[in-house]
């Protein structure tokens, strides 16, 4: 590297300018020489060297923190390396620095610092879940540099396909799936040399009947935008109604929000802030007034995320009264419920008057389903006269009889007509055991389909 040397003319006594401003004001001729010219860094924290020889007393200074130099200064016509740090640079641009030569307050040289940024391209997931028929998802890619993204499938498509520093919304659509199997495929984002994917999935409406059953009721979620009054129920309650939970339930709606409503053939029941800073959700009734009596119950569940999360599917006695038949000797059969602080831990539960919470007698089993949370998996109660077994993607969860529990009443009121209930609480006794963390809102738990299936 060749020297650049420059006469810079200044007073002998070096004062009175702005370090900011060079001044060619002066009587006396100070020589700079100063090696390299200009620096350069990559976007990780580093040390570069800087040779500066003048010829009168000076010092240096960056007008940048995460640029430090060691010495600040040096003596006249002695030749002096400087050791520039330079911190990593984690935001998203291209940033640059000055380092001022000084002699006595007066700047007789600058050297430009420029260091790059680290070339990143981000999506707002990493993995998209579709239902049978065809239906669109947005995300968000955020990049300092171009970048693209491309399907790995034809049944697939992204607009924008490409794009440019900044944050651009791409919208993914999905076509429909009339085949008999799930299908999965990738979106590659590519950028700066580097690549990263998203996983996509798509589910099948095909319907499998469990041997010996048939089909007696089910919703698949693809027609219209809300639930069919005819079929569903929603709760209207105020927070603190059961387990102390937070949430508002609403019939639908609450300030122009859907907690409920029908999207690219699933259900959405969604939890969120509203405006007034109350939460609301969701929570809904499959044949409220007349329910089945045994058979098959069967869901395909995407779980939401966050801690204070509390989704359920889960059975309760149709017309009862509690006055007579009050909780918990009325019964209760929870296919499947997950709070947010412990992710993908899964369990059900049996309560019944010589079996419940309140005396930790419950009948109950807790399992891990890797990637309950943000994935879909089959959650199933077969319930038959003599027996109760819970299902997470065809495993058996929990197993019990009534010769086990004991035939009456108290220990064994299901014989008589349950109705299915989906919902997402928020808080309570048990989603909020740990507190609750409302930045997670808003989050939504999917629901693919809900299907009954009595014996022949």
């Known amino acids: 590297m060749m020297w650049m040397a420059c006469i810079v003319p200044c007073m002998g006594s070096c004062g009175g300018d702005s370090p900011d401003n060079p001044s060619d004001k002066g009587s006396g001729n100070v ?13 990780d924290a580093t040390a570069l060297d800087l040779t ?61 610092l420029i260091q790059e940024c680290a070339k990143s391209a981000s999506a707002s997931v990493k993995t998209l879940a579709f239902g049978a028929q065809a239906g669109e998802s947005k995300i968000t890619v955020t ?29 993914v659509k999905a076509a ?137 599917f889960w059975m309760m006695p149709v017309g009862n009264d509690w006055t007579a038949n009050p909780w918990p000797k009325c019964g209760e059969i929870d296919i499947m419920e997950e709070v947010g602080y412990n992710p993908d831990m899964v369990s059900s539960s049996l309560h019944t008057e010589k079996y419940n919470h309140t005396k930790g007698t419950q009948k109950t089993h807790e399992m891990r389903c890797a990637g309950a949370e943000g994935g879909f998996h089959v959650y199933a109660l077969e319930w038959t006269e003599d027996g109760i077994t819970t299902y997470v993607d065809g495993k058996v969860q929990l197993k019990v009889t009534k010769a086990s529990m004991g035939a009456d009443h108290d220990s ?9 209930i989906l919902n997402l609480a928020w808080g309570g006794d048990w989603g909020g055991s740990q507190g609750v963390d409302e930045s997670a809102l808003p989050v939504t738990m999917k629901v693919d389909y809900l299907r009954v299936f009595q014996k022949k």
Not at 32 to 38: G, H, I, K, T
Request: net charge negative; aromatic share 10%.
């Open 31 to 43: 020589s700079v020489e100063v090696s390299p010219d200009n620096l350069a860094a990559g976007p």
């Open 52 to 112: 500066v020889n003048v010829s009168a007393d000076w010092a240096i200074v960056s007008d940048r923190d995460w640029a430090t130099v060691r010495p600040s200064g040096g003596v006249k016509n002695v030749s002096s390396k400087i050791t520039v740090r330079v911190a990593a640079n984690n935001t998203l641009d291209d940033r640059t620095a000055a380092l001022s030569i000084l002699c006595g307050g007066k700047t007789v040289k600058r050297v430009s």
């Open 143 to 171: 990049s300092n540099t171009a970048w693209t993204l491309s399907p790995d499938a034809e049944w697939l498509t992204v607009s924008p396909s490409a794009g440019e520093k900044g944050e651009t919304e791409v919208t």
């Open 176 to 312: 429909l799936n009339d085949t008999k199997d799930a299908r999965e495929a990738k979106l590659t984002l590519s950028y700066a040399g580097s690549q990263s994917e998203i996983s996509v999935s798509q589910l099948s409406d095909e319907i499998t009947v469990p041997d010996g059953y048939a089909l007696v009721w089910g919703d698949e979620f693809n027609e219209g935008t809300t639930l069919n009054p005819s079929d569903w129920t929603h709760e209207v309650q105020k927070p603190g109604w059961v387990n102390h939970e937070l949430q508002h339930y609403v019939n639908g709606s609450a300030g122009g929000k859907r907690v409920t409503e029908l999207k690219d053939g699933m259900l959405n029941i969604n939890c969120f802030k509203g405006s007034d800073g109350n939460i609301y959700s969701g929570r809904v009734y499959a044949r409220v007034a007349t329910g089945w009596t045994y058979g098959y119950f069967e869901a395909r569940i995407s779980l939401p995320s966050g801690k204070g999360t509390w989704p359920a």
């Open 412 to 420: 064994w009121p299901f014989h008589y007509a349950f109705y299915p």
